[in-house]
């Protein structure tokens, strides 16, 4: 019944390190997006594929970068994990990359470096 | 930019009428969307505006003036449950979303 699953949920790891956060979505979407939560609730677009094609990349450090397969997942990896990292990263999927549809969103992993 | 401008905090009672503006900057508009997101929780969609006028939705009802940059969603007959986080979205090219910083609605007995 899931729409967009993500996993782990949450995710506890030393500064330096390395790891990945992935996302499934069963919508059947073409375009999937990966967000980052601040501790003050700003939500922020970091990237963005199209059937696995990266179209948006929103100034974000090479620490990260995403990988899609296929059209219904998109992975995250991090390395070299910083305090600043610390945040909640939301994936999201919709049917167009248009920007007038309805995104949803899976239900976050709470990274917490330490 | 792509900043948008929403309150920080929003109260009311049970059974009352809550709007919560948002203005925007112009730049590659391509509609405003309104997310809802409890503590803990995902943001779950609302309502979409892509042109003037009021759409809507149940209890919940939004409203955009393109001319004017502004939009506002407006709840009705709130409810406990609706206490939540509510972001105003601008949709810009390529599928982008750029988010408000979020008004918190309390609603108190």
């Known amino acids: 019944d899931t729409a967009v699953s993500q996993t782990p949920k949450y995710l506890v790891t030393q500064m330096g390190n390395d790891k990945s956060i992935k996302c499934e979505q069963n919508?059947?979407?073409?375009?999937m997006y990966w967000y980052k939560q601040d501790s003050k609730k700003f939500l922020k677009i970091m990237f963005s594929?199209?059937?696995?094609?990266?179209?948006i990349n929103e100034t974000v450090p090479n620490r990260f970068s995403p990988k899609s397969p296929d059209k219904a997942h998109l992975n995250l990896h991090i390395n070299s994990l910083e305090l600043g990292d610390s945040a909640v990263y939301f994936c999201?999927?919709?049917?167009?990359?248009?920007?007038?549809?309805?995104?949803?969103f899976g239900p976050g992993t709470r990274l917490t470096v330490l | 930019g792509q900043s948008l401008e929403q309150p920080s905090e929003v109260t009311a009672v049970e059974g009352a009428i809550v709007q919560i503006n948002c203005t925007y900057q112009?730049?590659?508009?391509?509609?405003l969307s309104w997310y809802q997101q409890h503590d803990g929780g995902a943001p779950t969609f609302l309502s979409y505006?892509?042109?003037?006028g009021l759409e809507e939705t149940g209890r919940f009802s939004s409203f955009l003036s393109r001319s004017d940059s502004y939009g506002y969603l407006l709840l009705q007959e709130l409810q406990m449950k609706d206490s939540a986080s509510y972001f105003c979205?601008?949709?810009?090219?390529?599928?982008?979303?750029?988010f408000g910083r979020g008004t918190q609605l309390t609603v108190w007995p």
């Open positions: 999201a999927s919709s049917s167009d990359r248009a920007g007038t549809d309805t995104q949803y």
């Open positions: 919508l059947g979407h073409d375009t």
């Open positions: 594929y199209n059937n696995k094609e990266l179209i």
């Open positions: 112009t730049s590659g508009f391509y509609g």
């Open positions: 505006n892509a042109l003037d």
């Open positions: 979205a601008r949709g810009s090219t390529l599928g982008r979303l750029y």
